[in-house]
């Protein structure tokens, strides 16, 4: 994870859903928290402000009416 921030990047995914009770997530946010009180890591405030930019401005839409949208249906459809 720190090696693809020190690279640039705004963002690293991680899946949500990982092994062991989620314990790779909490492994990784105690490993960039440690690294950022040691001084190893700095946010840039580049980097932050273009995530920041990326955050949706309106509140997310019901979930109930968009699983009964044809785009939606026509997605699950799909999905062997």
């Known amino acids: 994870m720190l090696a693809a921030l020190d ?44 995530r920041l930019a990326l955050l949706h401005a309106a509140p997310a839409a019901d979930w109930g009416p968009l699983m009964r949208t044809p785009d939606y249906l026509r997605a699950l459809a799909l999905i062997p």
């Open 7 to 50: 690279a640039g990047c705004d963002l690293a995914l991680l899946c949500n859903q990982s092994l062991g009770n989620g314990s790779v997530i909490d492994d990784t946010i105690d490993g960039l928290a440690q690294a950022q009180l040691s001084g190893r890591w700095q946010a840039r405030p580049a980097s932050e402000a273009r």
